[in-house]
């Protein structure tokens, strides 16, 4: 059996006390241990930020690259070994920002990922900045005069691309967060799970207690999640009430099935020729 001591590092944790991510990363490991999956056949991928620290905080396969790479590293990853459960985590500025074009085509590819967005509004690591998806009006040290930029809504944005998995969480509500986490790492395709993460040193605005006053359980307002346009209008709805769970799922064919030479296993285990490969390589110096 998976416990949590088998996802247990002994390192220091580097984020604020109090800081929403320590529930994500429970959250994660909870919903791995419900699916009896063990660390080495995890990958989490990460960029760059307090988001993309977690991984360095869990026993288990990891890449740390790029601000705003995580989508292409770990689609590589995913096609090179397709039988490891493949997990990226990732803050709003680097999914919706830098790595917006990537997310935009890795849900049209769907890949079987799931991609963990620490959605704290801002840019925590660099110590506050405005991120895609801050309040307008929000103040900050550099929007001085408040943010006058529309936020993007990265679920009515996944909808409308027909992604076959969109889900928002919140880091205050670890039980329901393991759930959904649960059902997208279940879930064959691409999952996106949106999580509200306070991030209590540089958002003062979106702080744990004003959204534990908006939030509501879609799976308790007897909501079901087959339908693309409730699902598109439940994502619109923002500010007194803010929808939390899955509110998109759809079967599709993932990208995995459209390579043949995947069906018999992962490419990491086939015989190499490297000989082919040296060639390859000279051709290109
Ligand atoms: C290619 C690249 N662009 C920009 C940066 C600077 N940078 C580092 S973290 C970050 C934003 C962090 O915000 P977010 O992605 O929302 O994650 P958080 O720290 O809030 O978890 C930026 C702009 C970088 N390190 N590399
Ligand atoms: S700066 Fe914000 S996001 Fe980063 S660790 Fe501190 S509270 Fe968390």
């Known amino acids: 059996m998976v416990t949590m001591e088998d996802y247990h590092l002994d390192t220091e944790i580097e984020w604020c006390p109090g800081c929403g991510n320590f529930g994500i990363l429970k959250s994660i490991k909870k919903a791995l241990i419900n699916l009896g999956i063990s660390p080495h056949e995890v990958l989490i991928v990460s960029g760059i930020g307090q988001a993309g620290k977690l991984p360095h905080y869990m026993k288990c396969n990891t890449f740390n690259g790029l601000h705003g790479r995580t989508l292409p590293a770990a689609t590589a990853a995913k096609l090179t070994n397709h039988e490891l459960t493949v997990i990226t985590v990732s ?3 680097d999914t919706y920002g830098e790595g917006g074009n990537h997310l935009i085509h890795t849900i049209r590819r769907n890949p079987n990922i799931t991609s963990i967005v620490h959605d704290n509004q801002i840019y925590g690591l660099t110590k506050g900045q405005a991120s895609p998806t801050s309040e307008v009006g929000m103040k900050t ?3 001085t005069h408040g943010v006058f930029n529309t936020p993007l809504n990265p679920l009515a944005l996944a909808i409308a691309l027909d992604c ?17 986490l649960t059902e997208a790492i279940q879930h064959r395709g691409f999952a ?3 999580i509200l993460q306070p991030c209590v040193s540089f958002n003062k605005l979106n702080t744990f207690k004003w959204y534990a006053e908006r939030v ?4 308790e307002d007897g909501y079901i999640p087959d339908n693309r346009i409730t699902a598109f209008e439940r994502a619109l709805e923002w500010g007194e009430k803010i929808p939390i769970g899955v509110f998109y799922k759809k079967e599709k064919a993932i ?3 459209g390579f043949s030479v995947l069906k018999d296993g992962a490419l990491i285990k086939k015989q190499k020729n490297h000989s082919i490969i ?3 390589i000279d051709s290109f110096i």
């Not at 076959?164 to 959904?180: D, K, Q, Y």
């Open 91 to 93: 803050g709003d500025g």
């Open 141 to 143: 040290k550099v929007q």
């Open 164 to 180: 076959s998995f969109v889900a928002r969480g919140f880091a205050g509500n670890i039980e329901h967060l393991t759930n959904i």
């Open 192 to 194: 996106l799970v949106d």
């Open 216 to 219: 509501y359980r879609l799976d």
């Open 255 to 257: 990208m995995e099935d």
């Open 278 to 280: 040296e060639e390859l």
